[in-house]
């Protein structure tokens, strides 16, 4: 009589016998109990192998693991701040071109030819002044000053969206590690 | 912890190569583009410190064995032999864990794989870089090798009873 081979006994384990030899194999199993005790025990020690404890790592570890991966937090502030070196340059230009079209106007010394911007506040400053010469008083004041007497409300807007700025990147930058966190 | 263990045969060498492997996992972390799962990638990267480790002690588990082309169609041999009675369970049990141990890292990764972390061959793949056929052949050459070393354990049991 031709036994099973240990991997057709194996299939019959796994249940993974083809269709063709599922009949022969299951005949013969029938007929011999040295195939069947074989299969029975490959199956015993497999459902063994797979209920088997898994290893555990020592108490300590844990706590090892945080120390080395703490340095790397530490130095996040560093890190983040190469990471987006790109973005804070950018956002030093632009914030420095607003800067200057809006004071070079309010400075305008004799080295400071008209620009682009200049020119259109000076553009604004003289409808400003053509609208008050036919408005009232009272309704003047929902029409805003022109930019030469306000720099200071100026400066201020460019401080808040400068903080503003900030607070959406620190947002930005805590809501992506805490959603990193949470899709571990 | 399991599968560095089974590969390195050593507690603080598994110990150490489990905490490179998460330091690892933790900077590669904004790189992980959830194509696969989260536990195959990290498994992935325990898998190759292991391997890395494996290498520095000169042995390399990559190398494709002779005759892993197929799984060969033995029978199973007449001194090897299913027992005819059942055992103690527990007993059993810490006796398959302590040659799944003793299996050679080559063969005792992939069985870990399968059966302790109930893997399927695409996953294993995934993990080790094999292709299937290697991993088929692995496997089954672990399972027999775990089979054979069990059986040879109860013979020897049961002429000591004898």
């Known amino acids: 009589m031709n036994h099973l081979t240990a991997s057709e006994v194996l299939q019959v384990v796994d249940g993974s016998i083809v269709n063709g030899e599922k009949t022969r194999v299951f005949v013969h199993l029938e007929a011999c109990p040295r195939c069947r005790r074989e299969v029975e025990f490959s199956r015993t020690l497999e459902r063994a192998a797979r209920s088997a404890p898994l290893a555990k790592p020592s108490r300590e570890f844990t706590s090892r693991v945080m120390g080395s991966v703490t340095p790397q937090s530490k130095r996040s502030v560093a890190s983040w701040f190469i990471n987006n070196l790109a973005n804070i340059l950018a956002m030093a230009l632009v914030l420095t071109v607003v800067w200057y079209a809006v004071t070079s106007k309010t400075q305008g010394g004799p080295d400071k030819g008209p620009t682009v911007v200049s020119n259109a506040l000076a553009l604004y400053s003289e409808y400003y002044t053509r609208l008050r010469e036919y408005l009232p008083a009272d309704r003047m004041n929902v029409v805003q000053k022109p930019v030469g007497e306000q720099s200071a409300e100026t400066n201020k807007i460019i401080l808040f969206t400068a903080i503003s700025v900030l607070i959406l990147v620190a947002l930005d930058h805590i809501v992506a590690r805490k959603a990193i966190r949470l899709r571990n | ?162």
């Open chain 2, 1 to 162: 912890m399991t599968l560095s263990l089974r590969m390195l045969k050593n507690r603080e060498e598994a110990e150490e190569a489990l905490q490179d492997a998460f330091i690892r996992a933790f900077n590669a972390l904004p790189r992980f583009e959830w194509k696969s799962s989260f536990s195959t990638w990290f498994y992935r990267i325990v898998y190759n410190v292991c391997v890395t480790q494996l290498s520095k002690r000169g042995e390399d588990i990559h190398v494709t064995l002779d005759g892993e082309e197929g799984e060969g169609g033995f029978e199973v041999a007449e001194e090897g032999l299913a027992p005819d009675e059942k055992y103690e369970s527990d007993e059993f049990e810490s006796l398959v864990v302590r040659e799944i141990e003793r299996l050679p890292a080559l063969y005792g990764s992939i069985c870990t794989l399968f059966f302790m972390q109930d893997m399927s061959y695409d996953q294993i793949v995934e993990i080790t870089g094999l292709p299937l056929g290697t991993v088929k052949v692995r496997l089954f050459r672990g399972r027999m090798l775990l089979r054979q070393a069990v059986g040879r354990h109860i013979g020897a049991d049961k002429q000591t009873a004898a």
